[in-house]
């Protein structure tokens, strides 16, 4: 487990706060970063992630753009070319779909299909899955379809500690980074140091250690994954909570060593079930964990629906305590 976690009077702060912190840091400490997005500006984010940044870098690096998604994607792609390392926001990841030419046919090839010539140090990063009653147009986790292509890395931090850390490597990281930001965390508090810290992208945590069945989860549902592991103890089932922290690049080591120790997993996911996250996750886990299994793996994730308005039809959509408790008895063979 992470050894921050031991630090005495550690300040405990937003999630926002976080991603505004990495923001300034990384912006004091190189001057080729700069933020662009709609209203990042002069109304300081759409969630206040960049507050206080205009006035104290100026409109040249902290740049408002109309509402142009492809536009504002392509002329970040253009100055990373050239350089910079620019970090796009987009206000909802669900806007992003316009720009996904810029995304996936450009930042993600270029290196490629330049013959190396071209880094691409960008990060795009913004609010992403459902929040509460925004509907199917305004309720999608993407980070399966980034994760299917080549060139991109896909980070979605489930603590301020974790965005914050990971925020900082994505901006440091000369390859392009779509940096998934859970919708309704942004108020979310938690431990994180005041010094200089990374978290390396690429390398998955846990959460919260066991010896009966992992859960496999990252993002927003790793609370939900804790409070699993919490409901469970009190009828002594010890859930090992692995919080994946990276989508792409995948930690497969640590994700197959914790099933090994456990021989049961669960893996607890907010998109959708037909090719998502979970079923790259059951691919790593029965390749080389087939033998170490006591249960086949279940999946937990979301309705194979547009996410509903209906307050009680959205509920019933959404992976819960419940659902998840149901996935490890049912692992477990408990649920008889």
Known sequence: MSSWRLRPNMPVITYRDALNQALREEMQRDDRVFLMGEEVAVYQGAYKVSKGLLQEFGEMRVVDTPITELGFAGVGVGAAMVGLRPVIEFMTWNFALLALDQVVNAAAKMLYMSGGQYHIPIVFRGPNGAALQLAAQHSQAWDSWLAHIPGLKVVSPGTPYDAKGLLKSAIRDDNPVMFLEGEMMYNWKGEVPAEEYVVPIGKADIKREGDHCTVVTYGKLVTLGLQVADALAKENINVEVVDLRTIRPLDVETVQASVRKTNRCVVLEEGWEFCGVGAQVVDYVQRDCFDDL???????????VPMPYAKNLEKAAKPDLA???????????LDG
Request: proline fraction near 5%; glycine fraction near 0%.
């Open 294 to 304: 006591d249960a086949p793996v279940v999946r937990v994730h979301q309705a194979d």
């Open 323 to 333: 659902k998840t408790i149901a996935a490890v008895k049912k692992v477990m063979y």
